[in-house]
Protein backbone atom coordinates (compact mmCIF):
# COMPACT_ATOMS: atom_id res chain seq x y z
CA UNK A 1 0.00 0.00 0.00
CA UNK A 2 1.36 3.59 -0.97
CA UNK A 3 1.90 5.82 1.57
CA UNK A 4 -1.09 8.31 2.71
CA UNK A 5 -0.76 11.32 4.81
CA UNK A 6 0.26 11.07 7.91
CA UNK A 7 -2.32 9.90 10.46
CA UNK A 8 -5.35 9.25 7.65
CA UNK A 9 -6.16 5.89 6.93
CA UNK A 10 -8.55 5.21 3.51
CA UNK A 11 -11.89 4.71 5.24
CA UNK A 12 -11.80 7.83 7.44
CA UNK A 13 -11.27 9.97 3.51
CA UNK A 14 -14.14 11.78 1.71
CA UNK A 15 -15.82 8.53 -0.54
CA UNK A 16 -14.56 10.49 -3.69
CA UNK A 17 -11.32 10.49 -2.49
CA UNK A 18 -11.47 6.67 -1.44
CA UNK A 19 -12.64 5.58 -4.97
CA UNK A 20 -10.23 7.48 -6.84
CA UNK A 21 -7.62 6.27 -4.32
CA UNK A 22 -8.92 2.45 -4.90
CA UNK A 23 -9.33 3.11 -8.12
CA UNK A 24 -5.81 4.22 -8.75
CA UNK A 25 -4.13 1.53 -6.55
CA UNK A 26 -6.30 -1.58 -8.15
CA UNK A 27 -5.62 0.15 -12.18
CA UNK A 28 -1.69 0.53 -11.10
CA UNK A 29 -1.70 4.11 -11.73
CA UNK A 30 1.42 5.96 -10.32
CA UNK A 31 0.48 9.89 -11.85
CA UNK A 32 -2.10 11.34 -11.98
CA UNK A 33 -2.33 14.50 -14.46
CA UNK A 34 -4.79 17.78 -13.50
CA UNK A 35 -5.47 19.03 -16.83
CA UNK A 36 -6.82 22.54 -17.95
CA UNK A 37 -7.23 24.44 -20.99
CA UNK A 38 -5.34 27.81 -21.39
CA UNK A 39 -5.53 30.90 -23.40
CA UNK A 40 -3.69 29.82 -26.61
CA UNK A 41 -5.92 26.83 -26.74
CA UNK A 42 -3.41 24.20 -25.35
CA UNK A 43 -3.82 21.80 -22.95
CA UNK A 44 -1.43 21.97 -20.09
CA UNK A 45 -1.41 20.38 -16.77
CA UNK A 46 0.92 19.02 -14.15
CA UNK A 47 0.73 15.78 -12.42
CA UNK A 48 -0.15 14.26 -8.89
CA UNK A 49 1.72 11.12 -7.84
CA UNK A 50 -0.39 8.44 -6.20
CA UNK A 51 1.67 8.58 -2.94
CA UNK A 52 0.16 11.99 -2.38
CA UNK A 53 -2.93 11.94 -4.33
CA UNK A 54 -4.99 12.48 -1.35
CA UNK A 55 -3.86 15.73 -0.45
CA UNK A 56 -3.59 16.95 -3.75
CA UNK A 57 -7.69 16.19 -4.47
CA UNK A 58 -7.92 18.59 -1.87
CA UNK A 59 -5.05 21.58 -2.17
CA UNK A 60 -4.55 21.23 -6.02
CA UNK A 61 -0.86 22.10 -7.37
CA UNK A 62 0.64 25.26 -7.03
CA UNK A 63 0.88 27.02 -10.38
CA UNK A 64 2.28 30.42 -11.61
CA UNK A 65 -0.47 32.55 -12.77
CA UNK A 66 1.63 33.69 -15.19
CA UNK A 67 0.91 30.30 -17.34
CA UNK A 68 -2.33 31.89 -18.21
CA UNK A 69 -0.56 34.76 -20.41
CA UNK A 70 1.54 32.11 -22.55
CA UNK A 71 0.70 31.58 -26.08
CA UNK A 72 0.80 28.66 -28.10
CA UNK A 73 4.65 29.27 -28.49
CA UNK A 74 5.68 29.84 -25.45
CA UNK A 75 6.00 33.19 -25.19
CA UNK A 76 5.15 34.92 -22.15
CA UNK A 77 3.29 37.71 -22.72
CA UNK A 78 2.71 41.24 -20.55
CA UNK A 79 -0.22 41.15 -18.56
CA UNK A 80 -1.13 43.15 -15.58
CA UNK A 81 -1.26 40.21 -12.33
CA UNK A 82 -0.31 37.45 -14.90
CA UNK A 83 3.28 38.14 -14.21
CA UNK A 84 6.05 36.54 -12.28
CA UNK A 85 4.02 37.18 -8.69
CA UNK A 86 1.12 35.50 -7.72
CA UNK A 87 0.12 31.66 -7.62
CA UNK A 88 -3.12 29.47 -8.12
CA UNK A 89 -3.88 26.13 -7.44
CA UNK A 90 -4.61 23.27 -10.36
CA UNK A 91 -7.49 22.26 -8.59
CA UNK A 92 -8.63 18.40 -10.41
CA UNK A 93 -12.76 17.64 -10.19
CA UNK A 94 -12.97 14.12 -8.78
CA UNK A 95 -16.32 13.11 -10.99
CA UNK A 96 -13.84 13.21 -14.26
CA UNK A 97 -10.77 10.97 -13.25
CA UNK A 98 -9.73 8.35 -16.20
CA UNK A 99 -7.34 5.88 -16.58
CA UNK A 100 -5.24 6.85 -20.05
CA UNK A 101 -4.89 3.45 -21.70
CA UNK A 102 -2.02 5.54 -24.42
CA UNK A 103 -0.15 5.92 -21.42
CA UNK A 104 0.11 3.05 -18.98
CA UNK A 105 0.56 3.62 -15.43
CA UNK A 106 -1.31 7.62 -16.18
CA UNK A 107 -4.75 9.11 -15.36
CA UNK A 108 -6.07 12.33 -15.87
CA UNK A 109 -8.46 14.92 -14.33
CA UNK A 110 -9.89 17.83 -15.88
CA UNK A 111 -8.90 20.73 -13.53
CA UNK A 112 -10.26 24.44 -12.52
CA UNK A 113 -8.01 26.95 -11.40
CA UNK A 114 -8.54 28.45 -8.14
CA UNK A 115 -6.96 30.90 -5.94
CA UNK A 116 -5.10 29.74 -2.93
CA UNK A 117 -8.00 30.55 -0.85
CA UNK A 118 -10.10 27.81 -2.89
CA UNK A 119 -12.13 30.52 -4.32
CA UNK A 120 -12.74 30.92 -8.42
CA UNK A 121 -9.84 32.52 -10.34
CA UNK A 122 -11.06 35.00 -12.59
CA UNK A 123 -8.95 33.60 -15.74
CA UNK A 124 -10.29 30.17 -15.02
CA UNK A 125 -11.94 28.83 -18.63
CA UNK A 126 -13.32 25.84 -16.76
CA UNK A 127 -15.28 28.25 -14.32
CA UNK A 128 -16.13 30.53 -18.11
CA UNK A 129 -18.08 27.66 -18.71
CA UNK A 130 -19.76 26.57 -15.33
CA UNK A 131 -20.87 30.13 -14.68
CA UNK A 132 -22.32 30.88 -18.00
CA UNK A 133 -24.18 27.40 -17.46
CA UNK A 134 -25.42 28.67 -14.66
CA UNK A 135 -26.82 31.61 -16.19
CA UNK A 136 -28.12 29.91 -18.83
CA UNK A 137 -30.45 27.70 -16.09
CA UNK A 138 -31.59 30.79 -14.68
CA UNK A 139 -34.24 30.55 -17.68
CA UNK A 140 -35.08 27.37 -17.02
CA UNK A 141 -32.63 25.79 -19.79
CA UNK A 142 -29.60 23.18 -19.98
CA UNK A 143 -27.66 22.43 -22.71
CA UNK A 144 -26.79 19.18 -24.57
CA UNK A 145 -23.24 19.66 -26.63
CA UNK A 146 -20.74 17.49 -29.18
CA UNK A 147 -18.43 18.42 -30.53
CA UNK A 148 -17.32 16.95 -34.25
CA UNK A 149 -13.69 16.80 -34.41
CA UNK A 150 -12.04 16.07 -37.54
CA UNK A 151 -8.07 15.07 -37.29
CA UNK A 152 -5.06 14.10 -39.64
CA UNK A 153 -3.28 10.85 -39.25
CA UNK A 154 -0.19 10.26 -40.64
CA UNK A 155 3.80 10.57 -39.73
CA UNK A 156 6.13 13.64 -38.91
CA UNK A 157 9.11 13.56 -41.02
CA UNK A 158 12.31 15.52 -40.96
CA UNK A 159 12.50 18.17 -43.98
CA UNK A 160 15.06 17.34 -46.62
CA UNK A 161 15.96 21.07 -47.05
CA UNK A 162 16.23 21.47 -43.64
CA UNK A 163 13.10 23.65 -42.67
CA UNK A 164 10.72 22.71 -40.21
CA UNK A 165 9.06 19.25 -39.76
CA UNK A 166 6.70 18.34 -42.33
CA UNK A 167 3.29 15.99 -41.98
CA UNK A 168 3.36 13.14 -44.00
CA UNK A 169 -0.14 11.75 -44.47
CA UNK A 170 -0.80 8.16 -43.68
CA UNK A 171 -2.83 7.32 -46.98
CA UNK A 172 -4.38 9.09 -50.04
CA UNK A 173 -7.80 7.32 -49.98
CA UNK A 174 -10.80 9.14 -50.99
CA UNK A 175 -13.24 10.06 -48.77
CA UNK A 176 -15.34 7.76 -46.86
CA UNK A 177 -13.36 4.87 -49.18
CA UNK A 178 -13.38 1.96 -47.68
CA UNK A 179 -9.31 1.73 -48.52
CA UNK A 180 -9.12 4.63 -46.09
CA UNK A 181 -10.79 2.39 -42.97
CA UNK A 182 -8.03 -0.61 -44.12
CA UNK A 183 -5.36 1.87 -43.73
CA UNK A 184 -6.32 3.18 -40.55
CA UNK A 185 -8.06 0.39 -38.80
CA UNK A 186 -5.49 -0.68 -36.26
CA UNK A 187 -5.19 2.68 -35.39
CA UNK A 188 -8.87 3.41 -35.05
CA UNK A 189 -9.42 0.50 -33.12
CA UNK A 190 -7.01 1.24 -30.62
CA UNK A 191 -8.50 5.10 -30.73
CA UNK A 192 -11.77 3.84 -29.91
CA UNK A 193 -11.04 1.50 -27.09
CA UNK A 194 -9.22 3.73 -25.47
CA UNK A 195 -11.88 6.88 -25.93
CA UNK A 196 -14.48 4.42 -24.40
CA UNK A 197 -12.35 3.08 -21.32
CA UNK A 198 -12.54 6.99 -20.51
CA UNK A 199 -16.39 6.76 -20.31
CA UNK A 200 -16.74 8.53 -24.19
CA UNK A 201 -19.45 6.55 -26.32
CA UNK A 202 -17.87 6.78 -29.72
CA UNK A 203 -21.02 7.60 -31.97
CA UNK A 204 -19.70 7.24 -35.73
CA UNK A 205 -16.37 7.16 -37.04
CA UNK A 206 -15.16 7.67 -41.37
CA UNK A 207 -12.21 8.57 -42.91
CA UNK A 208 -13.02 12.19 -44.37
CA UNK A 209 -11.85 14.07 -47.49
CA UNK A 210 -8.45 15.24 -47.49
CA UNK A 211 -5.04 12.85 -47.02
CA UNK A 212 -5.30 10.83 -44.05
CA UNK A 213 -7.86 12.53 -42.81
CA UNK A 214 -10.35 11.19 -40.19
CA UNK A 215 -13.74 12.13 -38.36
CA UNK A 216 -14.60 10.25 -34.84
CA UNK A 217 -17.56 11.73 -33.18
CA UNK A 218 -18.60 11.45 -29.55
CA UNK A 219 -21.96 11.09 -28.45
CA UNK A 220 -23.63 14.94 -27.07
CA UNK A 221 -23.62 15.12 -23.31
CA UNK A 222 -24.25 17.84 -20.59
CA UNK A 223 -22.42 21.39 -21.77
CA UNK A 224 -19.16 20.97 -18.88
CA UNK A 225 -19.02 17.32 -19.94
CA UNK A 226 -19.54 17.48 -23.05
CA UNK A 227 -16.04 20.23 -22.89
CA UNK A 228 -14.52 18.08 -21.09
CA UNK A 229 -15.05 15.04 -23.15
CA UNK A 230 -12.90 17.26 -25.85
CA UNK A 231 -10.15 17.64 -24.11
CA UNK A 232 -9.51 14.09 -23.19
CA UNK A 233 -10.40 13.19 -27.20
CA UNK A 234 -7.75 15.47 -28.27
CA UNK A 235 -4.94 14.27 -25.72
CA UNK A 236 -6.11 10.52 -27.02
CA UNK A 237 -5.89 10.95 -30.47
CA UNK A 238 -2.31 12.76 -30.41
CA UNK A 239 -1.05 9.65 -27.12
CA UNK A 240 -2.60 7.05 -29.24
CA UNK A 241 -0.80 8.12 -32.31
CA UNK A 242 2.68 8.17 -30.39
CA UNK A 243 2.50 4.64 -29.28
CA UNK A 244 1.75 3.29 -32.61
CA UNK A 245 4.61 5.37 -34.22
CA UNK A 246 2.84 7.64 -35.74
CA UNK A 247 1.67 11.31 -35.42
CA UNK A 248 -2.03 12.91 -35.56
CA UNK A 249 -2.88 16.67 -35.53
CA UNK A 250 -6.18 18.70 -34.65
CA UNK A 251 -4.56 21.51 -36.41
CA UNK A 252 -7.61 23.65 -38.38
CA UNK A 253 -5.46 23.57 -41.93
CA UNK A 254 -2.11 21.46 -41.26
CA UNK A 255 -1.70 21.01 -44.89
CA UNK A 256 -2.22 24.37 -46.67
CA UNK A 257 -3.48 22.85 -50.15
CA UNK A 258 -5.80 19.88 -48.48
CA UNK A 259 -9.28 19.79 -46.92
CA UNK A 260 -9.14 21.58 -42.87
CA UNK A 261 -9.82 20.14 -39.49
CA UNK A 262 -13.18 21.74 -37.92
CA UNK A 263 -14.79 20.60 -34.38
CA UNK A 264 -18.61 21.34 -35.47
CA UNK A 265 -19.95 22.31 -32.44
CA UNK A 266 -23.57 20.50 -32.09
CA UNK A 267 -26.14 21.81 -29.78
CA UNK A 268 -30.09 21.23 -28.08
CA UNK A 269 -31.50 22.93 -25.78
CA UNK A 270 -33.72 21.28 -22.95
CA UNK A 271 -36.37 22.39 -20.72
CA UNK A 272 -36.64 19.57 -18.13
CA UNK A 273 -37.00 16.39 -20.58
CA UNK A 274 -37.95 18.58 -23.56
CA UNK A 275 -35.63 19.48 -26.19
CA UNK A 276 -36.78 23.00 -26.75
CA UNK A 277 -35.47 22.75 -30.60
CA UNK A 278 -38.17 20.60 -31.75
CA UNK A 279 -40.14 23.27 -30.80
CA UNK A 280 -39.10 25.47 -34.12
CA UNK A 281 -40.45 28.28 -32.51
CA UNK A 282 -39.08 31.66 -30.86
CA UNK A 283 -36.99 30.16 -28.72
CA UNK A 284 -35.15 27.92 -31.33
CA UNK A 285 -35.07 31.45 -33.01
CA UNK A 286 -33.67 33.59 -30.70
CA UNK A 287 -31.06 31.62 -29.80
CA UNK A 288 -29.61 31.42 -33.60
CA UNK A 289 -30.62 34.85 -33.55
CA UNK A 290 -27.90 35.43 -31.03
CA UNK A 291 -25.28 33.13 -32.69
CA UNK A 292 -25.86 35.22 -35.51
CA UNK A 293 -25.65 38.38 -34.09
CA UNK A 294 -22.55 37.89 -32.28
CA UNK A 295 -21.10 35.23 -34.81
CA UNK A 296 -18.02 37.74 -35.86
CA UNK A 297 -17.07 38.17 -32.21
CA UNK A 298 -17.46 34.44 -31.70
CA UNK A 299 -15.06 33.27 -34.15
CA UNK A 300 -12.43 34.93 -32.05
CA UNK A 301 -13.27 31.77 -29.41
CA UNK A 302 -14.76 29.38 -31.40
CA UNK A 303 -11.92 29.23 -34.04
CA UNK A 304 -8.84 30.54 -32.00
CA UNK A 305 -5.96 30.24 -33.99
CA UNK A 306 -4.33 31.92 -36.97
CA UNK A 307 -4.39 28.86 -38.50
CA UNK A 308 -7.99 28.84 -38.53
CA UNK A 309 -8.92 31.09 -40.91
CA UNK A 310 -7.21 29.35 -43.70
CA UNK A 311 -9.84 26.82 -43.15
CA UNK A 312 -12.87 29.21 -43.01
CA UNK A 313 -13.41 30.30 -46.58
CA UNK A 314 -16.24 30.02 -48.60
CA UNK A 315 -16.81 26.89 -50.76
CA UNK A 316 -14.49 24.75 -48.29
CA UNK A 317 -17.66 23.23 -46.36
CA UNK A 318 -16.72 24.68 -43.09
CA UNK A 319 -18.78 28.06 -43.46
CA UNK A 320 -17.93 31.99 -44.17
CA UNK A 321 -21.08 33.80 -44.08
CA UNK A 322 -23.07 34.64 -41.04
CA UNK A 323 -26.51 32.51 -42.60
CA UNK A 324 -28.19 29.49 -41.03
CA UNK A 325 -30.05 27.13 -42.92
CA UNK A 326 -31.51 23.74 -42.77
CA UNK A 327 -28.94 20.90 -43.79
CA UNK A 328 -26.61 23.88 -45.30
CA UNK A 329 -23.24 22.91 -44.63
CA UNK A 330 -22.20 25.73 -46.08
CA UNK A 331 -24.58 28.45 -43.54
CA UNK A 332 -22.58 28.73 -40.12
CA UNK A 333 -25.63 27.07 -38.24
CA UNK A 334 -26.73 24.34 -39.67
CA UNK A 335 -30.60 23.52 -38.38
CA UNK A 336 -29.99 19.53 -38.61
CA UNK A 337 -32.71 17.01 -39.58
CA UNK A 338 -33.40 14.51 -36.59
CA UNK A 339 -32.16 11.21 -37.60
CA UNK A 340 -35.12 8.73 -37.89
CA UNK A 341 -38.65 9.13 -35.70
CA UNK A 342 -36.65 9.20 -32.33
CA UNK A 343 -34.15 11.37 -33.08
CA UNK A 344 -33.67 14.83 -31.54
CA UNK A 345 -33.45 18.46 -33.66
CA UNK A 346 -30.28 19.87 -33.44
CA UNK A 347 -27.90 23.04 -34.56
CA UNK A 348 -24.74 22.78 -36.06
CA UNK A 349 -22.31 25.80 -35.80
CA UNK A 350 -19.57 25.38 -38.14
CA UNK A 351 -17.13 27.91 -37.87
CA UNK A 352 -15.40 26.07 -34.67
CA UNK A 353 -12.29 23.62 -34.68
CA UNK A 354 -9.62 22.13 -32.10
CA UNK A 355 -7.38 24.89 -31.87
CA UNK A 356 -10.22 26.95 -29.79
CA UNK A 357 -10.21 26.42 -26.00
CA UNK A 358 -13.23 24.34 -25.76
CA UNK A 359 -14.66 25.84 -22.61
CA UNK A 360 -14.66 29.44 -23.90
CA UNK A 361 -15.82 28.31 -27.01
CA UNK A 362 -18.74 26.78 -25.45
CA UNK A 363 -19.02 29.26 -22.98
CA UNK A 364 -19.08 32.19 -25.44
CA UNK A 365 -21.70 30.25 -27.65
CA UNK A 366 -23.92 29.76 -24.35
CA UNK A 367 -23.75 33.67 -23.77
CA UNK A 368 -24.73 34.35 -27.59
CA UNK A 369 -27.65 32.02 -27.62
CA UNK A 370 -29.26 33.26 -24.22
CA UNK A 371 -28.74 36.70 -25.59
CA UNK A 372 -30.58 36.10 -28.26
CA UNK A 373 -33.61 34.45 -26.63
CA UNK A 374 -33.73 37.28 -24.27
CA UNK A 375 -33.92 39.99 -26.56
CA UNK A 376 -35.97 37.43 -28.78
CA UNK A 377 -33.79 38.29 -31.63
CA UNK A 378 -35.00 37.31 -35.53
CA UNK A 379 -32.44 35.38 -37.11
CA UNK A 380 -34.08 36.31 -40.76
CA UNK A 381 -34.82 34.02 -43.46
CA UNK A 382 -33.00 30.66 -43.61
CA UNK A 383 -30.28 30.42 -46.93
CA UNK A 384 -31.15 27.42 -48.77
CA UNK A 385 -28.12 28.36 -51.17
CA UNK A 386 -24.73 27.83 -51.00
CA UNK A 387 -23.80 31.95 -49.37
CA UNK A 388 -20.92 32.68 -51.70
CA UNK A 389 -23.23 32.35 -54.69
CA UNK A 390 -25.11 35.00 -53.96
CA UNK A 391 -21.86 37.58 -53.99
CA UNK A 392 -22.98 41.20 -51.70
CA UNK A 393 -25.84 39.80 -50.26
CA UNK A 394 -24.68 37.85 -46.35
CA UNK A 395 -22.54 39.07 -44.24
CA UNK A 396 -18.94 37.51 -44.52
CA UNK A 397 -17.25 36.28 -41.56
CA UNK A 398 -13.97 37.38 -40.25
CA UNK A 399 -11.08 36.32 -42.83
CA UNK A 400 -8.32 36.54 -40.43
CA UNK A 401 -7.74 36.08 -36.52
CA UNK A 402 -6.87 39.92 -36.23
CA UNK A 403 -10.03 40.57 -37.06
CA UNK A 404 -12.15 38.49 -35.24
CA UNK A 405 -10.24 39.76 -32.56
CA UNK A 406 -11.27 43.57 -33.33
CA UNK A 407 -15.13 42.01 -33.40
CA UNK A 408 -15.19 40.58 -30.10
CA UNK A 409 -13.40 43.45 -28.18
CA UNK A 410 -16.40 45.60 -29.73
CA UNK A 411 -18.93 43.06 -28.56
CA UNK A 412 -20.29 44.45 -25.53
CA UNK A 413 -21.63 41.12 -23.92
CA UNK A 414 -18.95 38.86 -24.77
CA UNK A 415 -16.48 40.89 -23.49
CA UNK A 416 -18.64 41.51 -20.24
CA UNK A 417 -19.19 37.71 -20.06
CA UNK A 418 -15.33 37.01 -20.04
CA UNK A 419 -14.62 39.80 -17.09
CA UNK A 420 -11.70 42.27 -17.04
CA UNK A 421 -8.78 39.79 -16.54
CA UNK A 422 -9.98 36.80 -18.62
CA UNK A 423 -10.46 38.90 -21.63
CA UNK A 424 -7.54 41.08 -21.21
CA UNK A 425 -5.08 38.00 -20.99
CA UNK A 426 -7.36 36.32 -24.01
CA UNK A 427 -6.38 39.68 -26.49
CA UNK A 428 -2.90 39.80 -25.22
CA UNK A 429 -2.09 36.17 -25.81
CA UNK A 430 -4.16 36.10 -29.33
CA UNK A 431 -2.90 39.28 -30.55
CA UNK A 432 0.91 38.33 -29.53
CA UNK A 433 0.16 35.04 -32.11
CA UNK A 434 -1.03 36.56 -35.27
CA UNK A 435 2.02 39.11 -34.81
CA UNK A 436 4.60 36.27 -34.80
CA UNK A 437 2.90 34.18 -37.54
CA UNK A 438 2.52 37.17 -39.25
CA UNK A 439 5.80 37.95 -39.53
CA UNK A 440 7.11 34.25 -40.53
CA UNK A 441 6.19 32.11 -43.69
CA UNK A 442 3.74 29.72 -44.23
CA UNK A 443 5.63 26.10 -43.34
CA UNK A 444 6.43 27.86 -39.68
CA UNK A 445 2.94 28.67 -39.23
CA UNK A 446 2.08 24.94 -40.40
CA UNK A 447 4.26 23.21 -38.69
CA UNK A 448 3.94 25.13 -35.31
CA UNK A 449 -0.06 24.18 -35.46
CA UNK A 450 0.37 20.77 -36.38
CA UNK A 451 2.75 19.96 -33.75
CA UNK A 452 0.86 22.08 -30.55
CA UNK A 453 -3.10 21.21 -31.87
Not at 52 to 60: C, H, I, P
Not at 130 to 143: F, Q, R, S, V
Not at 147 to 161: N, V
Amino acid sequence: MRDRPSGTKINQLDPNVRRILERAELEGIELIRFLYADHGGVIRGKAASRSRLAERLNTGIGHTVAMMAMNMLDQLQDVEHMGPVGEVRIVPDPATYVPLPHAPGAAAMLSDLRRPDGSPWEACARTFLKNAIAELATEGYTLQAAFEPEFTLGRRLPDPTGGPDRLMPLDDSLCYANTGFDTAHDYTVKLIHALETQGMRVEHYHPELGPGQQELSIRHAPALRAADNHVLFRETVRGVALRMQMWATLAPKPLADQAGNGAHLHLSLWSDTHNVFADDGEVRDGFIGGLLAHLPALTALTCGSVNSFRRLAPRMWSSAYAVYGPDNREAAVRVCSPLGETGEPNLELKPSDSSANPYLSLGAVIHAGLDGIRRKLDPGAPVDVDPDTRPGQYSRLPSSLDEALDALEADELLMEALGPLRRSAYLAVKRSEAAAFGVKDVSYELFNHMRVF
